[in-house]
């Protein structure tokens, strides 16, 4: 159902929903869990679809905890620019971002995302403002 784009927002949501019930345990899936999840997102063709991924992998953050670490840098990168976004069909997926990459942090902890306090402050007072520069 993943590889199919009729289901594949469907089988994230399910997923998503199987993974905030697996903490202890995920550790196991989690290299197979977030390369596919990776995969998907860059592949997705619709924003709703990548909001659900992006949605999807705070779940797995959630679950993880420390375990997260190593994933935690380069997905921070990755959905930096999608803080930026503007316009009405991308506003879910922008919040849906925020979201998800305060759920990273506090998984991995205080030290691992100071580099990046700045960049997501200034992007959740942006949104407050409506998407005007602060």
């Known amino acids: 159902m993943l590889t199919d784009p009729l289901t594949q927002t469907a089988a994230v949501s399910a997923l998503d929903s199987l993974m905030e019930i697996l903490r202890g345990v995920i550790e196991q899936y989690l290299p197979v869990l977030m390369d596919r999840l990776v995969t998907l997102f860059d592949t997705a063709t619709t924003i709703r679809t990548r909001a659900t ?9 959630h679950a993880a905890g420390t375990a997260f670490l190593p994933y935690f840098q ?18 879910e997926l922008r919040g849906v971002t925020m979201d998800s990459l305060g759920t990273f942090a506090e ?3 205080r030290d691992a995302c100071r580099p990046f306090f700045e960049i997501m ?14």
Do not use: C, W, Y
Request: charged fraction near 15%; glycine fraction near 16%.
């Open 74 to 91: 380069p997905l921070m990168t990755k959905f930096q620019p999608l803080l930026q976004l503007k316009g009405e069909p991308e506003a």
């Open 53 to 61: 991924i992006v949605g999807a992998l705070g779940s797995a953050a």
């Open 121 to 134: 402050l200034h992007s959740a007072l942006d949104g407050l403002n409506g998407g005007a520069r602060v």
């Open 107 to 109: 998984a991995v902890g």
